[in-house]
């Protein structure tokens, strides 16, 4: 039984961790790479250097 515990803390963690780390590159991924491709510095990019 012990083992069943740690395989279902297990997946809980990568549940709550890893899905939205990877959701959050997916989205920032999508978000810079037309910019990237065009070799135009992102917005945002340019928003954080005015402050």
Known sequence: MRWAW???????????VLLPLLTLYAYLLLWFLPDLTSNVRPALWLVTLRF
Do not use: G
Not at 8 to 16: G, N, S
């Open 6 to 16: 740690v395989r279902t803390a297990t997946v809980i963690v990568v549940a709550l």
